[in-house]
């Protein structure tokens, strides 16, 4: 009878993802083991170091998740979740699988949110996807009433599910370059993670190259086509010192800073990530 205990099971599933390259293999044999189980990471461990088995069902049914992961489909995909800052967000094909960065990026929305002195400040996250950002916003700022828009019909139906019972969240199906024309000179905050990855920069990682949708990674021949749109929409929606937050690659913050001052904005200044990367530019309305 072939060995089905869970220690087995999980170190010859990350020994399997390592050999199909994928980053963190013993985290991802885990997580996924956690999947087939019902269990958290913390808790598959603990079985581990009790000496827990597999029965066959499970044993096969993570044998077929190791085998799609190592094809680097994205674990998100295949656990139907990601985390986001205290969030646990449905996610699958179709929409933009949310990254640890961003939640660095969000913070400056919520501070702005909070410190913008209104009763009931209105935020707006242009470009949705999962609804990650705009959910931040809504529940760490209760009091502030936050608009989502999103154009594709994939990703809108996921960022839907998301946001669903959130009272203070509005979703709409829209091109965030004439979303929310009713909130024109309204908003405290504007924040986007916009697509922007070159038209020829091609990502390396098999899971964005081949899982992510294109409509949010590509922004054009140099990546800022989008950031242009939401330089002007954002103009428009913002009220007087009301602050504009994008999301941008390490390379961009320069040309971006340099695209906002020409229209107008003024404090233009670029933040790094937790990786000492460049990975946001704010800017206030004049």
């Known amino acids: 009878m072939p060995d089905l205990s869970l220690a087995a099971a999980v170190r010859a599933a990350a020994q399997r993802l390592a050999d199909a390259g994928v980053p963190d293999p013993l985290v991802d044999a ?9 269990q ?3 808790e598959v ?3 581990i170091v009790r000496g827990d088995r597999l029965d066959d069902d499970d044993a096969t049914a993570l044998d077929a998740l190791v085998a799609r992961r190592a094809g680097r489909e994205p674990l998100q995909h295949l656990t139907g979740t990601a985390p986001f800052r205290h969030l646990e967000l ?12 961003t939640e660095t990026v969000a913070q400056y929305a919520i501070d702005a949110l909070l ?10 996250d242009l470009g949705t996807g999962s609804g990650a950002i705009a959910l931040a916003m809504a529940t760490e700022v209760p009091h502030a009433r936050v608009y989502a828009a999103e154009i594709s019909p994939e990703a809108h139906a996921w960022a839907r599910r998301n946001v669903e019972g959130v009272e203070n969240l509005t979703l709409v199906l829209s091109d965030l370059a004439d979303a929310f024309p009713e909130l024109d000179g309204t908003a405290a905050v504007v924040i986007s993670n916009p697509p922007y990855v070159p038209a020829q920069a091609i990502p390396r990682d098999p899971e964005v190259r081949l899982f992510d949708p294109a409509l949010a990674l590509y922004g054009g021949e140099d990546g800022l086509d ?14 007087p010192g009301g602050t504009l ?3 941008h690659g390490e390379l961009q913050g320069s040309p971006i800073r340099e695209l906002l001052a020409a229209d107008g904005w003024r404090a233009a200044a670029t933040h790094r990530d937790l990786t ?9 309305r004049p």
């Open 40 to 42: 958290r990471r913390g």
């Open 30 to 38: 885990e997580l996924l083991a956690g999947h087939v189980r019902g």
């Open 115 to 124: 410190g913008s002195g209104d009763p009931s400040p209105i935020g707006v």
């Open 245 to 247: 937050v994008i999301e």
């Open 276 to 284: 000492l990367r460049d990975r946001a530019t704010t800017a206030v």
């Open 45 to 47: 461990q603990a079985a």
């Open 226 to 239: 989008v950031v242009r749109v939401l330089s002007t929409r954002a103009l428009r929606l913002l009220r």
């Open 90 to 101: 449905a996610v699958g094909p179709g929409v933009f699988v949310p990254r640890p960065e």
